[in-house]
């Protein structure tokens, strides 16, 4: 049986662990600093609120089954299509953001548990990976759509250089540095989650899963993650967006011969600047309030505890409503696939047109060829 251990520790020491679990079911010592709110409030409806919060949770978490769908589709897409795909690496970079965000929905089973029973019964273990997958979503996906944002940037700003990095081959290498990135920043989540025992009212106990780094570097860590797992991608992504942006509409002032060529990539592009965009409208709320609790003396009241609510479905959300928006762009890159298909298909019968044109001519006129050799 995994070993539970007191704590005891201040309130800084839960900033990255669910408030809404605070809230709900007593999951961190911030719960002490609400303590008479969740008297007054929840006590009275915690039945009501329960079952609120966790039809929220059952919701988001219906998205999972979404994700793996649109895995599913792609990853045959790209088993089948592989050699004549349009954009392989997009698909390739689709296909491991839905498989993302179907581990990060792969946990609310078990927070919807700890809401309903208001303790954590899934062991230590259990406890390191709901952590893990949880803040998955705030480091690999930014990373991911990162590398994304730079592929679009290579083929609207550069598209004659640097043609090595729209293959697979170069997807895979950047989403094996991005996973690799992601280990080595959230391995601190992993080593101080653990499952502890928090004393309650009435001398009452309860096991729950926390993040419990006992030390003052709570807020180094928080703004360790925020600087290399969200600004920094974020000003990526400003500075590459900001150069497509420009580069299309110099392109709009000229005449160019291959103009459908260049709606495919403003369209393609367009889908995956809104990916990027509902991202960090999602996930924004999230780093603000957890800045605004670290660095700030902030007088809590209920209305603090439904925006951290807020903040967390808004972050799940995210998740959730991915698919659809992966939906939309693959749909564009099979369209434009077909496109490409069907062009290959018409200049490959023109060419077989003309030589059999050119062979009947020559079986027709021998002797005019004959006489135009000797000339020559």
Not at 169 to 191: C, D, E, H, K
Not at 233 to 238: D, E, G, Q, V
Not at 242 to 249: A, D, E, F, G, P
């Amino acid at each position: 049986m995994d070993q539970q251990r007191p704590v005891s520790f201040r309130l800084r020491n839960v900033l990255l662990s669910s408030v809404l679990d605070c809230w709900s079911s007593i999951n961190c010592p911030l719960f002490w600093h609400l303590a008479p709110i969740y008297r007054r409030y929840l006590t009275r409806h915690s039945l009501s609120v329960k079952i609120i919060i966790s039809s929220i949770y059952l919701v988001l978490s219906l998205a999972f089954f979404c994700n793996v769908a649109v895995t599913v589709i792609v990853g045959n897409i790209l088993i089948k299509a592989h050699g004549t795909l349009a954009h392989p690496q997009m698909f390739v970079y689709i296909l491991f953001l839905s498989m993302v965000d179907a581990l990060v929905l792969m946990h609310l089973p078990l927070v919807i548990v700890d809401i309903i029973t208001n303790k954590w019964a899934f062991g230590r273990v259990m406890c390191k990976v709901y952590w893990t997958l949880e803040n998955i979503g705030k480091v690999l996906s930014t990373f991911v759509l990162t590398a994304v944002s730079a592929d679009r940037y290579l083929v609207v700003c550069h598209p004659n250089r640097f043609v090595w990095m729209h293959t697979v081959r170069a997807a895979m290498l950047m989403l094996f540095g991005s996973t690799t990135a992601t280990i080595l920043l959230l391995y601190p989540i992993y080593v101080h989650s653990d499952v502890v025992i928090i004393q309650l009212i009435q001398n009452e106990t309860v096991a729950k899963c926390v993040f419990a780094w006992e030390s003052d570097n709570e807020c180094k860590f928080v703004l360790y993650i925020f600087s290399l797992g969200y600004f920094t991608p974020l000003c990526l992504k400003a500075y590459f967006y900001t150069n497509i942006i420009l580069s299309i509409r110099r392109s709009s002032k000229v005449i160019r011969m291959n103009t459908g060529r260049e709606r495919q990539i403003r369209k393609l592009t367009f889908r995956v600047l809104t990916l990027v965009v509902f991202y960090f409208f999602c996930w924004t709320p999230y780093w603000t309030i957890t800045f605004l609790i670290c660095y700030t003396e902030i007088q809590f009241s209920k209305w603090w505890v439904v925006g951290f609510y807020s903040v967390y479905v808004l972050a799940y959300l995210n998740s959730a409503i991915n698919p659809l928006l992966y939906a939309l762009l693959n749909m564009e890159l099979r369209r434009q696939h077909s496109f490409v298909s069907q062009r290959n298909s018409r200049l490959g019968y023109e060419r077989t047109r003309l030589f059999v044109e050119s062979n009947e001519f020559h079986n027709s006129h021998p002797q005019t060829s004959s006489q135009e050799s000797d000339h020559f």
